[in-house]
């Protein structure tokens, strides 16, 4: 059974930076994306960013490219991100996710098959 546990959430100031880990376990596929989306309240779940976990490749939505950052470590099976110059409008629960052998990336929260339980982050202004 595929499992995804995030970790690094916290109460934090704005302004400064943040990492999220996501750690996967029990995954049998071999060519899979894993994203990061955001949940504020009141808001729908929103997409962050993603990367191919074989390739690399990452991608990212508008609103936080340039500040945000997706990597992963294959021999941790983790995948990361890093997040600067927060802002209070981060705050929200955030989420990791992965697919299951889907050929393309989404940005869509139905294109991915399992899901964290996600980490609370809330940025002071």
């Known amino acids: 059974q595929v499992q995804l546990v995030e970790s690094g959430g916290g109460l934090v100031q704005a302004g400064v930076s943040l990492r999220l880990s996501c750690i996967v376990s029990?995954?049998?596929?071999?060519?899979?994306?894993m994203g990061w989306f955001r949940q504020a309240p009141g808001k729908e779940r929103e997409f962050l960013a993603a990367?191919?976990?074989?390739?690399?490749?990452?991608y990212y939505s508008d609103s936080v490219k340039g500040r945000f950052t997706i990597s992963r470590d294959k021999s941790e099976n983790a995948v990361y991100l890093q997040m600067t110059s927060l802002k209070s409008e981060d705050t929200a629960v955030y989420y990791c996710a992965t697919d299951r052998n889907r050929p393309l990336v989404s940005r869509r929260t139905d294109g991915y098959d399992y899901w964290g339980q996600g980490t609370q982050v809330t940025v002071s202004s």
């Open positions: 990367i191919n976990w074989s390739a690399g490749y990452t």
């Open positions: 029990g995954r049998t596929f071999s060519n899979y994306h």
